[in-house]
């Protein structure tokens, strides 16, 4: 932990989460919300929000998945191919990654919506829509499912 201090305030904040400049763009917000940070600093407040406002925001709701309705949970797993991986969990979080002509691909996100079978990862306006061809099903006791036209198999537990 860390503590800071600032006028008649004082702050605790784990410095892994924040970091030391986490901690001076923490504190300015504060003091500029409580008002307690003078007309001359406040052009320094505003600047390290102006640069670090948008990074928390995106760590903020790149983390915001939603849980995967009871009637998806065939989804939840490890896929595999030979060229493709796909991790999708219970609580929304996607992790895709492809090697197609010689160039990787990977995309690590929350999942937003089912579209039919496809689904939609992402966050805001950046979202990729995964085709799924064939959803989640049983053959002979292992798990198939084809995506972007990559037959996957469920990698057991």
Do not use: Q, S
């Given at each position: 932990m860390h503590e800071g201090a600032c006028s008649r305030f004082s702050f605790s904040v784990p410095l892994g989460l924040w970091g030391t400049r986490g901690l001076a763009f923490f504190q300015c917000m504060v003091l500029v919300f409580l008002g307690e940070i003078s007309a001359d600093r406040i052009f320094i407040g505003i600047k390290l929000m102006k640069k670090y406002l948008p990074v928390f925001f995106i760590i903020l709701l790149s983390g915001?998945?939603?849980?995967?309705?009871?009637?998806?949970?065939d989804y939840v797993g490890e896929w595999r191919s030979n060229e493709m991986g796909l991790l999708i969990l219970a609580d929304g979080s996607v992790s895709y990654k492809r090697l197609k002509g010689?160039?990787?691909t990977s995309v690590s996100g929350?999942?937003?919506?089912?579209?039919?079978?496809?689904?939609?990862?992402?966050?805001?306006?950046?979202?990729?829509?995964?085709?799924?061809?064939?959803?989640?099903?049983?053959?002979?006791?292992?798990?198939?499912?084809?995506v972007d036209g990559v037959r996957l198999t469920r990698v057991s537990d």
């Open positions: 915001c998945a939603d849980p995967l309705p009871e009637d998806r949970l010689g160039a990787t929350p999942l937003k919506r089912f579209e039919g079978d496809n689904f939609v990862v992402g966050v805001f306006f950046m979202t990729t829509t995964f085709d799924v061809t064939e959803p989640p099903h049983e053959i002979g006791g292992a798990w198939k499912m084809t």
